[in-house]
């Protein structure tokens, strides 16, 4: 990646961002101060993070009213590791109260516009996120996935997002929703900006107790281009069975036809345990209890937080144990079928979301995280790209999810679907 030019980037967030809102907060001081060194290929190169991560004397408000006024006394550590690579921190980016939610238009902090089209949802919870790089104010944007929170914004807003391996990249300092399905992840407007991204961010984290080594030798950045001949990808068939829009079905079957023509072997493939609206709703149920666990403070507190985001958290704290377990064995049971579906064949590929962006005001389809959840469920890798549309009209994506650590993998063989598309 080329150095980014810091005033000009600057000077573009203080002409068009007022009608994106995409940013909560401009450290314009920091950025233009910053010296960044070495010889990485990150050097220079601006990112904006989300606002649940904090950042050195800027606030860390998670879009949450009782937090508006929290300011951050040091970098997360994956902060201090973006900083390290030599990447230039521009603010702070809108998002979805607590991260839970997926419009992005926020009480009290505003709603994000989705710079494809005017009125619409940039998704989320990620979404300033998304419309940050979709827009060209920064290349890289740092997002927090629980249940397709960074690739949900990169469909909407056609950029790339990349949750990574459980465990590879810490959380510690970052407002926490789900422990058990939150992962940081990183928006970019390149494959090879993502890969770089997560690499730069990759790294133990002593105080996240899900935190892991990278593993020797691993790498996001392809090595080399991809092969798809004798590739195994496998179709999952929850999803072939699933409702979505005709474009985006259609944008699915294109793709297929290019791996079929390189050699690539596809098939359906079952994924045991995985009811897209079952595991949704137990997914969504653990969240509302974790998170009320972690914020019991906002639940009765009605300045603290809107009325829908303190009843969600009431929801789970006021959940029968029986119902909480029931949702575990539901959630263990996706992951264990996604596991095996990858016993048989290299990697999966799907849609990101069942439908494109939406206009800000109508209700948000319930089934937005429907293809999305599952990797979080099962802690795998999961990409969401670009893919043009055939009637023209916004971009569909598409996602490829494979085994743990295989993040190189799917970003190589989305490099190639682009290039052959």
Known sequence: MTPSDIPALLARIAAEDGAIGSFWQVDREGALAATPAGRGPLVGVAIGIKDNVDVAGLRTTAGI???????????????????EAGLVILGKLAMHEGALGATTDTPGFGRCMNPLRAGYTPGGSSGGSGAAVAAGLVPLAVGTDTMGSVRLPAAYCGVFGLKPTSGLVGRSGVVALSPRLDHVGILAASIEGAALGLEAMAGDDPDDPDSRPTPPGWRA????????????IGLPEPVLAAPMEPAIRAAWEAAQARL??????LSPVPVAGWDLTATRRAGLLLIEAEAAALHPALVDDPEAATPGFRAALAYGRDAKGVRIAQALFRLAEARAGALRALDHCDLLLMPTAPQRAFPHGTPAPVDQADFTAIANVAGLPALAFPWPAPDGDLPCSLQLMGPAYGEQAICALAAWLLRAR
């Open 65 to 83: 009213a009782a937090f508006r006024h929290r300011v951050a006394d040091r970098d997360a550590p994956v902060v201090r590791r973006l900083r």
């Open 260 to 265: 079929r023509e390189a050699g690539a072997i």
């Open 221 to 232: 950045l392809p090595a080399a281009p991809a092969d798809p001949r004798g590739l195994r």
